[in-house]
């Protein structure tokens, strides 16, 4: 240990402290095998509780042994009454201290003592609750014991003066270290339910009074992480609910595009007209297997008629038909919307595009303008101290940020240059920022897109320094996808169901393509990929599979320039597609 004076000892003395070692071994390891005898015989009697009492103060991290200590006590208590069983549990956490002593942050610990407390008739919360201030005072990161106190605070029935309590307690142990992650999470659990608006939210006034708090925090450490990190969530907490946000009909199957991933739970939920006439879905294997994904595809039922050629759909989804995540969405509005179609493209649905492409809920207006300007004032603040720019990134994060809530297209510049800004400030997360900004410039042209019903016939992101793809669905009308002159590592994102015919990806970073990857690209007639670093046959995979490829242009890669690879090059060319013209 730090800070220790070494003792040396004598041959002799290591010998015998070795010895004493090997004998408490022998003692253990005979123990445990009669504790896993027991076990397996299934004797759930006072002797293999004592043994589990004797093993787990040495070793709390023995996991068969606290499985079998539950059983054993759940076996016991089916022959005592409520006041002896209170007993035992009381017993049971003053047996756990001893072993928090051996080892305070083991899960099986802690584990064990959330399980006796949900066993015992009357939890001792105010106990517990000291326990747990000792151990924070200890160690205040211990999150094994920040989890634990959540839980006996729960348990405890959620009393409002309680809560209040827990509140002040997390301000005091922010107070003590602004770098105590474990604090401000706990925190933000409870400032929804101390100072929650009632609906899932929390007061304006509430997000005033921490944002107040936070900008003493900001000025004592502004290069503190933590602190940012709670900003950022108080900011934005929940994501919004998943849209409709495009359908393309075809002759027998009409495919769903959403805003964002969704599981189709309740397919019955899912009802479509066609100029008056309800039609029966069948879904593709993809829809019923549970999948989450951006589009799901059904077919007209068997025996239906086909669709005509162009016409009206009439679409109703109900609430809850859809899941995002591991929360479902019963909470939004039902849709019912008709929109006309024909088979030369995809239909859009009228909606709203700041919200589709904003995954947060944000405060008001208001106060994301005073932010906005509490945060400038702290970075001239900083640049007048001459701190270097390092301790400026989570500003500029905070900053960037709010501006994407408050208008994209409106700050579009700005935040494009702050990005750039954190790219040479922050080189460690270089690639992290790069990838911000390539979703901020796809979040602005497809909000462009958003805004009007028209095809735009093409979409242009050449020379955007883009490093990843977002949003590609709301492309989903463009005929002409111009994606060059970036820095594009992989094409996901082009596995929803595009309009595009030409697809232009000259001069990126493309070292190979998956299988599927293009699957969205069934009607793509041309693909250039000029000027990558395609090295071999084999990663052309994804270019099988799409029905109408006519044009493929692969000048400037490795692959197209080995004459040992030429043979089948053109052999995986034939096979893609008929009436190719392969540029060479």
């Known amino acids: 240990m730090h800070g220790r004076v070494k003792v040396r000892t004598s041959e002799e003395q290591a010998a015998i402290k070795a010895k004493e070692r090997q004998e408490r071994l022998a003692i253990y390891v005979k123990a445990r095998d009669r504790l896993l005898h027991k076990r397996q015989a299934g004797e759930r009697d006072v002797e293999a509780l004592a043994l589990t009492g004797a093993l787990l103060p040495q070793n709390p991290d023995l ?45 099986g610990v802690w584990n064990h003592r959330r399980w006796t407390m949900q066993e015992a008739p009357q939890p001792p919360v105010e106990n517990e609750l000291e326990l747990c201030t000792k151990f924070l005072s200890l160690d205040e990161r211990n999150f094994h014991c920040w989890d634990y106190r959540r839980h006996v605070v729960a348990s405890s029935g959620l009393n409002a003066e309680r809560l209040e309590k827990e ?16 604090a401000w999470h706990y925190r933000s659990k409870l400032l929804p339910i101390v100072r929650g608006d009632g609906h899932g939210g929390i007061t304006e006034d509430a997000i005033a009074a921490e944002s107040t708090m936070l900008q003493s925090a900001f000025c004592m450490s502004p290069g503190d992480q933590s602190i940012w990190f709670y900003h950022r969530w108080l900011l934005g907490r929940e994501h919004t609910k998943p849209a409709l946000c495009y359908v393309r009909a075809a002759t027998d199957s009409i495919t769903f595009i959403f805003s964002q991933p969704v599981q ?26 549970g999948q989450h994904s951006l589009h799901h595809t059904a077919k007209l039922a068997e025996g239906s008629a086909s669709l005509p050629a162009s016409g009206t759909l009439q679409i109703t989804i ?44 944000v405060p008001s207006h208001e106060r994301l303008c005073a932010e906005e300007a509490e945060c400038r004032s702290l970075l001239e603040l900083l640049t007048e101290d001459k701190e270097p720019e390092i301790k400026k990134k989570y500003v500029l994060q905070a900053l960037a940020y709010i501006l994407q809530s408050l208008s994209p297209s409106s700050h579009s510049e700005e935040i494009s240059s702050l990005l750039n800004r954190l790219k040479e400030t922050d080189s460690y997360r270089r690639a992290f920022y790069a990838d911000l900004l390539s979703k901020h410039l796809c ?21 955007s320094n883009l490093t990843a793809l977002y949003h590609v669905q709301h492309f989903c009308r463009a005929s002409r996808l111009v994606l060059s002159k970036n820095s594009l590592r992989t094409l996901d994102g082009f596995q929803v169901p595009l309009e595009a015919t030409e697809v232009v990806l000259d001069d990126n970073c493309l070292t190979s393509i998956p299988a599927g990857q293009l699957a969205g690209l069934s009607r793509a007639r041309s693909i250039s990929l000029r000027n990558n670093r395609i090295a ?30 030429a043979a089948s090059l053109q052999a995986l060319i034939a096979e893609c597609c008929s009436n190719v013209i392969y540029t060479v």
């Open 63 to 107: 996991t068969v042994a606290w499985n079998f200590r539950r059983e054993i006590l759940l076996t016991l208590f089916e022959s005592k009454t409520a006041v002896e069983k209170q007993a035992t549990c009381v017993s049971e956490l003053e047996f756990l201290n001893s072993c928090l002593q051996k080892n305070p942050k083991s899960y």
């Open 167 to 182: 509140f002040e307690f997390s301000l005091k142990k922010i107070a003590d270290d602004y770098s105590n992650f474990s």
């Open 264 to 289: 189709i739970v309740h397919p019955e939920q899912f009802q479509v007209q066609v100029d008056g006439a309800e039609r029966t879905l069948a879904w593709d294997a993809q829809s019923r297997s």
């Open 318 to 361: 109900a609430a809850g038909a859809v899941e995002r995540g591991s929360k479902t969405s019963n909470d939004a509005a039902s849709v019912s919307v008709p929109i006309s179609y024909k088979f030369a493209g995809i239909a859009q649905k009228a909606v709203d595009a700041q919200a589709l492409l904003e995954p947060y809920i």
């Open 443 to 463: 979040g602005v042209r497809a909000v462009e897109e958003l805004s009007h019903n028209s095809d735009d016939g093409a979409i242009d992101l050449s020379s």
């Open 536 to 565: 071999a046959v084999a990663d052309l995979a994804g270019l099988r599979g799409l029905p109408q490829l006519q044009s493929i242009d692969l000048t400037g890669n490795p692959v197209h320039d080995d004459p040992d690879q």
